[in-house]
């Protein structure tokens, strides 16, 4: 697959301005642009910077708001309930773990809810905000209906993901996943890269196996071991979706498709003040030595490293970062593109 390496700092300055080019602040730009970039530098690029051509048409078309005005629905001690008033999701969704981890360093914790809001990007992006505040969190979204429940061929919920972080004196553990076989943005960069998909990522619309993307995206991705997956991607969207008073399973519309109706999308946010349960350095050197204890087990044949999650992407961006991102050149052309349509300046 033909390449360009690009510089990480250049590809988020670009994505900054192209935002503020639709009349974007400077600040929600950046959080949004940082927020698709640190996927690219994760190796995460499904929620990357291949992204930003629907997002931006999206803001062209107002069905997602340039203006970001939360609202706070209700407020107590350790809860939060906002609503994002058709902000971008990532936005939104710094905003409310800020407000999470704020309330939490008073409270103990936080649990907030977010509705009337937008594809969020990269959930571990927020579970690392409160890690490095010596924060325990979680956080969820909802999606579109891409996953069949389990013993149907039809979706009704979304690749849900879940994400959780807990710091250490360095790299945080981090877990960033959907209950499915593979995230459907996946496929969908599968399919703009003309590439198939491997067999067991995904079902046609009427219940075949199908290593065609395009395929893929008509019909479901399968969960991850079957009613177990099922189970969860139900329980984030009860979460994100019904607790927070957003729109939930095939009732939520598809920001791929639909440019004139906006999404209602759901997300939660969890942030514990470790220092209110254990000392937080011998939180951090108990997590550190369970990481020892699991990468010393014995491996099996052919394993040469047994890794913690969230270390082949924290291992991914600091080597990224030094010597930039091979971006497929699809992706570079389609951004450079972006760039005679909102007139920025491109320079990669």
Same mark, same amino acid.
């Given at each position: 697959? #033909? $390449? ?15 935002f ?33 051509a ?9 069905v ?14 350790a809860?939060?309930?906002?609503s ?20 939490a360093?008073e409270?103990?914790?936080? *649990?907030? $809810? ?8 990269? /959930?571990?992006?927020y ?8 924060? *325990?969190?979680? $956080? ?8 069949a429940?389990?013993?149907s ?9 879940i ?8 790299d ?12 459907? +943005?996946?496929?969908?960069?599968a ?13 046609t619309k ?8 395009? #395929?893929?995206?008509?019909g479901t991705?399968?969960?991850? +071991?079957?009613?177990? +997956?099922? +189970? ?7 979460? /994100? ?29 969890l ?5 209110? *349960? ?14 020892? #204890?699991?990468?010393a ?34 992706v ?10 909102? /007139? ?5």
């Amino acid at each position: 697959m #033909e $390449t360009r390496n690009v510089n990480w700092e250049a590809l988020l300055e670009y994505c900054r301005n192209l935002f503020m080019s639709l009349g974007m602040s400077e600040a929600d730009a950046f959080v949004s642009a940082d927020n698709l970039v640190d996927a690219d530098l994760c190796g995460v690029e499904s929620h990357g910077v291949s992204r930003m051509a629907v997002y931006m048409k999206r803001l062209a078309t107002g069905v997602v708001s340039k203006d970001a005005r939360m609202a706070v629905l209700q407020e107590h001690p350790a809860s939060l309930a906002l609503s994002a008033q058709n902000a971008m999701g990532m936005v939104a969704g710094k905003y409310a773990m800020e407000r999470c981890i704020e309330k939490a360093k008073e409270n103990g914790s936080c *649990f907030a $809810t977010v509705n009337n809001s937008n594809h969020y990007g990269m /959930s571990s992006y927020y579970v690392n905000m409160a890690a490095r505040e010596n924060m *325990f969190a979680i $956080t969820g979204t909802n999606a579109p209906p891409n996953i069949a429940p389990w013993g149907s061929y039809q979706a009704y919920p979304g690749t849900n993901p879940i994400a959780f972080a807990a710091p250490t004196h360095g790299d945080p553990v981090l877990l960033d996943m959907a209950p499915s076989v593979v995230a459907m +943005g996946k496929v969908i960069l599968a399919a703009k890269l003309g590439k198939d998909i491997p067999e067991g990522w995904a079902l046609t619309k009427d219940g075949c196996h199908t290593t065609n993307p395009k #395929e893929g995206m008509e019909g479901t991705v399968l969960p991850i +071991g079957g009613p177990k +997956g099922y +189970g969860i991607t139900v329980f984030v969207d009860i979460m /994100s979706g019904i607790l927070s008073g957003a729109q939930f399973g095939p009732h939520l519309n598809n920001m791929w498709k639909d440019f004139e109706n906006p999404q209602n999308v759901g997300h939660f946010f969890l942030a514990v003040d470790i220092s209110k *349960f254990v000392d937080v350095d011998v939180f951090k050197t108990r997590v550190e030595q369970m990481a020892r #204890e699991i990468k010393a087990l014995p491996k099996n044949p052919g394993v040469e490293e047994i890794l913690m999650p969230g270390e082949p992407e924290q291992r991914r961006r600091r080597e990224r970062k030094e010597h930039g991102i091979d971006m497929p050149l699809v992706v570079y052309e389609e951004l450079k593109g972006l760039s005679d349509i909102y /007139s920025v300046a491109f320079p990669l």
